[in-house]
């Protein structure tokens, strides 16, 4: 099994705990902007429910060929979709997780760990009709987990963090796409403790 592979498995089965750790009376909660804890959880869910979705697919050419790549490519993307299209999306999801989410994203865990054991390194067609290998694409996804993750914990007053291969990757996956946005040197030194980002900053 790839690194690739091991991370996001890793990032995966520590969505589907930190899930059976939010109190029942929680789900309706404010989770991220106009998102409940619910929406949030269903809007993170989807970085499972994508991977095997995409499996079904197939590119004919390579568009990205590393995980920064993809979000540089997303950018442009996301402002064509909509903050409000992006926002329904997620409340969907949410509504998708059913009467018992956690249940739900144990089911989704499976299924997606299963789906990508019996995978090569195919060439997927992902949002925007980019070819992109799964070994590429699997590094965006333990991305998102890493930091929706880390959204939902602070959500709910949980101190549960990804574990330590999943942080490290996601962290340095935002470097790289601050390399890539022309803001590396302001990630590096405020990473060295040389200066401080500015109030707002972000990669994504």
Known sequence: MTTERIVFASAARYLATLVRQ????????????????????????????TVSTYLHSSASHEDVREPAEYYVRIHALAAGI?????VERGRQAGRDLGADPAATI????????????A???PLIEVIGGLGVRLSTYL???????????LD??????????????????AAALAGRIGAHLGQGPAVLLALTG???????????
Do not use: K, M
């Open 22 to 49: 939010i109190p029942a009376d929680r789900w309706d909660d404010p989770g991220l902007g106009e998102w409940s804890v619910r929406d949030l959880v269903g809007h993170t869910s989807r970085s499972l429910i």
């Open 82 to 86: 909509g903050a409000e299209a992006i």
């Open 106 to 117: 144990d089911g989704l865990v499976e299924r997606v760990l299963g789906d990508i054991d």
């Open 119 to 121: 995978a090569g390194d």
């Open 139 to 149: 590094p965006t996804r333990t991305f998102e987990i890493a930091v929706h993750g």
């Open 152 to 169: 939902v914990a602070a959500a709910v007053g949980l101190t549960v963090s990804p574990p330590v291969e999943v942080l490290a990757e």
């Open 194 to 204: 040389r200066s401080a980002l500015p109030a707002g900053f972000s990669v994504v």
